[in-house]
């Protein structure tokens, strides 16, 4: 299967803090990716679709501005998450379409303290 | 809200024995659908996809999709302790690419 990279895998950090991750298609490009967040226990929901070359189409509830996208190329896609606070701490996963299917990168722990 | 219904388990099964996950869907124009697997702390692992009504095997698994009905299952045969991990079902909405996901089943093999 394709392969989507993440980095970093894990951060922890102190409230206040603004948090990047990067997602990557290693071996294909691709003009959307998407952003999830998987709280303990519970299943991925997806916060925004990243495209490549224009705005992020923000998912209902998710802040746009705490949570900022930019895909500035067709490998890469970055969330930052600015002013972290506890209640961020999640694991954040992103995904991208190689053919017909979704592949998952390994997802990123993020922790506020 | 399209939505995406799984129970929650968990689901045990002796070793050897066929596990059976099911998932229903709401979005009626839905024509991709997906399962995947999660280890706990991993990120989800796609173990088979399916866009056409009935059966669709690949090893151990069988994919079932019923369009009519709004429903796809996961069939593992041979079920082994590896198998124990969270199934998610996911369904893209119609007319994109956006995946909607359901919360999981989780499966005990036990040995």
């Known amino acids: 299967g394709a392969v989507v990279s993440q980095h970093p895998s894990r951060v922890i950090c102190k409230s206040g803090t603004s948090v990047k991750i990067e997602c990557r298609s290693l071996?294909?490009?691709?003009?959307?990716m998407f952003w999830y967040r998987q709280f303990p226990k519970q299943s991925l929901m997806l916060m925004a679709t990243?495209?490549?070359?224009?705005?992020?189409?923000?998912e209902q509830g998710v802040e746009k501005d705490k949570f900022l996208i930019n895909h500035a190329s067709l490998t890469l896609s970055t969330l930052t998450v600015a002013s972290a606070h506890p209640e961020d701490s999640s694991f954040y996963i992103c995904?991208?379409?190689?053919?017909?299917?979704?592949?998952f990168g390994p997802g990123t722990r993020l922790t506020v303290l | 809200q399209k939505e995406v219904e799984q129970n929650s388990g968990p689901l045990s099964v002796p070793e050897g024995a066929i596990a059976s996950l099911n998932c229903t869907y709401s979005?009626?124009?839905?024509?991709?659908f997906f399962w995947y697997r999660q280890y706990s702390g991993k990120s989800p692992e796609l173990i088979m996809f399916?866009?056409?009504?009935g059966d669709k095997e690949d090893g151990r698994f069988t994919a079932q999709l019923n369009k009519a009905s709004q429903y796809v299952s996961l069939l593992i045969r041979d079920s082994q302790p590896s198998d124990s991990a969270t199934y998610l079902c996911?369904?893209?909405?119609?007319?994109?690419?956006?995946?909607?996901f359901g919360a999981g089943t989780r499966l005990f093999v036990k040995a």
């Open positions: 995904s991208a379409y190689s053919g017909a299917s979704p592949f």
């Open positions: 996911a369904v893209n909405e119609s007319g994109g690419f956006k995946t909607i």
């Open positions: 071996d294909f490009q691709a003009t959307t």
């Open positions: 990243s495209n490549e070359g224009s705005k992020a189409t923000y």
């Open positions: 979005d009626r124009g839905s024509q991709s």
């Open positions: 399916i866009y056409s009504n």
